[in-house]
């Protein structure tokens, strides 16, 4: 049997992770979250019982380090992290803390035999960017957000932990990733549940800056095939889909896939972390998928049905 460690596990796409897990029964997940974001209502189903889910902070070492030695897990899946535009920018010496939850699980990792450890870092590692599509290899710094920081430290630790230590990782670049789960924190989610209140939806600055929109089991089939083929070892991989959209152009998408009667009201833009391309080069996560991306469209479908909102 597996047993496999995953932080932030209350949240979004760590809880979607766990779900799919769960359903080999060659799998024993942990999930452990302090539930500062997270939410135990995401967690799996109780049918399964090869899941168990402990209150904890990966940022203190007394927390995760019980944890860690007690089960010996063959593979950890770092997702936990203070997640949200706004929370983020509000409150930048929590960020900086989840420095203390990396360095916690790297360094019980390589001293409790675990065989890989699975990074979630972020599109905002490329900063302003100065390429596009924006490879792996291509990390300008440029950022000055605590988020983005701590995502590179992160990266930074796992390179180091690997040369001295031999332990091995692979780095998940996530892009916008959205679906039925995902908090009203994200731009995609807080669009649906306006547009089905028949709220405003707001943009910030002319709403001409882009994205692209990756659906949640896309996400889950890249990452699951990196597990389970020992693929991209010791390697950085973007997660995201490589159609752009505009801001605005999202809002009119969900507005009329919604049927309301929503406008969309234009603010003043975000002082900082408003960048204005986001663009991933997918090559390698298509390495990883067996199937086409599922559409915005299609995904938009999917998570307004989920009756979430």
Known sequence: MRK????GGAGFIASCLADRLVQDPENYVVLVDNLLTGNKEKLPSPKYKNWHFI????????D????????????VFHYAAVVGVQRTLNNPVL???????????????????????????????????????????????????????????GESFLRSYHQEYGLNYTIFRFFNTFGPK??????????????????????YGDGNQTRTFLFIDDNISATLHALNNRL??????????????????????????????????????LKEGDMLRRKPDAEKMKLLIDHPLISLDDGLGKTIASGNF
Do not use: W
């Open 4 to 7: 496999i460690l995953i932080t």
């Open 55 to 62: 209150k904890a902070d990966v940022n203190r070492f007394s």
């Open 64 to 75: 995760v380090s019980t944890i860690m030695v007690a089960y010996q897990f063959d593979y």
């Open 95 to 153: 960020v900086l803390n989840d420095i203390n939850g990396i360095r916690n699980i790297l360094d019980l990792s390589k001293n409790t035999g675990v065989k890989c450890v699975y990074y979630s870092s972020s599109s905002e590692v490329y900063g302003e960017p100065v390429e596009f599509p924006q490879n792996e290899d291509t990390t300008p710094l440029n950022s000055r957000l605590p988020y983005a920081i701590v995502k590179n430290v």
């Open 182 to 203: 995902q908090s009203l924190d994200f731009v995609v989610s807080k669009f649906i549940h306006a547009a089905l209140n028949h709220q405003e939806i707001a943009v």
């Open 232 to 269: 991209f070892l010791n390697e950085v991989v973007n997660i995201g889909s490589d159609e752009e959209i505009t801001i605005s152009d999202l809002a009119k998408k969900i507005i009329r896939i919604t049927n309301s009667e929503s406008k969309i009201i234009h603010y003043p833009p």
